[in-house]
């Protein structure tokens, strides 16, 4: 057979067919200097389609999102409008972390993964979780919005619950699109449900320039994402259950509930510690601060969950030596891309706030040079967390959360008990070490081979990191 066809033939066992894409990688592949004419694995192509399609789809979305908050903190949205917004936000964020059963994770890595009846019964327990959200929500938003002495965020809660319920309606049949890293159509929905509560978002500020601009454009990408998942869907969700499938859901869900959960109260449940401690103006540059700041880091990091991990699960099920080459290829990218993040917000941080957003939100400057190093510190970490995940380890991650957690509480009441909110920055910015450093952990236990890979970027980047802050603050 020859080398066309017997690419063609394995690629299209992972991704169904050779497209005219593929070939054009190939070809390019090829002739990097040093490699010569080696032919090209089919998994590098399904890396590059994969990552293609993501970085063009997902990063349409957080450019969406993104500019849709620029747009309305520039022109028509105070301050004290995102940080109300911020409060239904991270109250939404809770709920739906706390109630996490990782039922994405599990069909991607779950030997059932290609099963329609195990599908559809994730799609059962996924729809019924959204309805659970959408009930807890209405019950707890009359105390929450009591505690923050912001009567005005209760109904805003009680709109934006609904895009919890009607999201987890989307069709299984993305679940299956992601294990197979078929992300054409997947990209595209998240890319058009943000776009379109971009434009809703807008509009409804140009009347009402209020913080229910936000909440409405979260309702409406929500509609359109999930009645755009069953236009696409490969086969129909029906009410076809099976027990022993739940049982695997809900089991691998435990470990993803405790993760999840401990996620939460180690990065979403700051803002409600620092909502209670500082004034609504300075909630909402401290939330535009981290918008620009998870940007770039979580476009990068979408590719790694619905490219990278895939293949390393795919590859761990078959061989482990095979998922630790694809590591290593992972964690010298990730470790470039998070370093020049890391430098170019402590760099470049408060002049990124005055031409985004102008004067008005001039406090998010400082803000963003820290939190722009916690987020690049994250993206680092992405490729040890991937690598644990894909052997069905994640009791690291609830580790590290949890570790995250309670150093964020320990610092947070110290910051604001004896010093001020740049101290609590500081914490927060110094946070993700205390999660990584499990997953180091974990990593040492699992795949001993890397470790010292791992400890000689990691050292990298913190001396990297730390010389360019030392400059900054000299020039200042």
């Known amino acids: 057979m020859n080398e066309p066809a017997s690419m063609a033939t394995e690629v299209s066992e992972l991704t169904g067919e050779l497209t005219s894409f593929d070939r054009a990688v190939a070809t390019v592949i090829r002739w990097i200097p040093g490699r010569g004419k080696v032919a090209v694995s089919p998994r590098t192509l399904v890396a590059a389609r994969g990552s293609a399609w993501t970085m063009a789809g997902f990063g349409a979305s957080q450019i969406f999102r993104l500019l849709g908050q620029l747009i309305l903190a520039r022109i028509l949205i105070a301050p004290e409008a995102f940080g109300l917004a911020a409060l239904v936000t991270v109250f939404l964020s809770g709920l739906e972390m706390l109630s996490d059963l990782g039922i994405n994770t599990d069909v991607v890595q779950s030997p059932r993964g290609d099963d329609p009846l195990f599908v559809n019964t994730a799609f059962l327990i996924q729809a019924g ?52 890293v078929q992300l054409g159509k997947v990209t595209m929905l998240n890319a058009g449900g943000d776009a379109a509560g971009l434009v809703v978002s807008v509009l409804w500020a140009v009347v009402s320039p209020t913080a229910w601009a936000l909440v409405v454009g979260r309702v409406a990408s ?87 991990f895939p293949l390393i699960a795919r590859a761990s099920r078959e061989d482990r030596a095979t998922a630790v080459k694809d590591y290593r290829k992972v964690r010298v990218v990730l470790f470039v891309l998070s370093l020049v993040l890391a430098c170019g917000f402590i760099l470049l941080g408060p002049l990124i706030v005055r031409l985004l957003v102008g004067s008005r939100y001039a406090d998010a400057g400082w803000m963003l040079q820290l939190l722009g190093f916690r987020a690049a510190l994250e993206l680092f970490s992405a490729a040890t967390t ?36 740049r101290e609590a920055i500081w914490v927060m910015a110094l946070s993700q070490l205390a999660n990584y450093l499990p997953h180091f952990w974990g990593l040492r236990r699992e795949f001993i081979a890397v470790t010292r890979t ?18 900054v603050s000299i020039a200042y």
């Not at 009930?135 to 009680?158: D, E, K, N, S």
């Not at 619950?161 to 299956?176: E, H, K, P, Y």
């Not at 644990?388 to 008990?417: E, H, Q």
């Not at 050292?459 to 990297?464: G, R």
């Open 386 to 421: 991937s690598l644990l995940f894909a052997v069905g380890v994640s009791k690291y991650s609830a580790i590290g959360n949890a570790a995250k957690a309670t150093f964020l509480c320990v610092g947070l009441a110290i910051a604001f008990g004896k010093y001020g909110f």
């Open 129 to 180: 979780r959204g309805a659970m959200l959408c009930a807890v929500a209405a019950a707890f938003a009359y105390p929450f919005a009591t505690f923050y002495h912001q009567p005005l965020v209760r109904p805003m809660i009680f709109l934006a619950a609904a895009s919890l319920g009607i999201r987890n309606l989307a069709s299984g049949s993305i679940l299956t699109m992601t294990r197979h």
């Open 222 to 308: 929500s509609v359109v994402y999930t009645v755009g998942s069953h236009i696409v869907a490969e086969r129909p969700m029906s009410f076809e259950w099976d027990s022993n499938a739940a049982r695997d859901i809900l089991s691998f869900g435990t470990g993803m509930f405790l993760s999840s959960a401990t996620y939460f109260l180690s990065t979403e449940a700051e803002r409600l510690v620092v909502g209670k401690f500082i004034t609504v103006q300075e909630l909402g540059c401290f939330s535009i601060a981290l918008a620009i700041s998870w940007a770039p880091s979580r476009i990068v990091q979408r590719v790694v969950a619905q490219v990278f």
């Open 454 to 471: 791992e400890i000689t970027y990691f050292v990298l980047f913190l001396s990297c990191t730390a010389a360019t802050a030392s400059l």
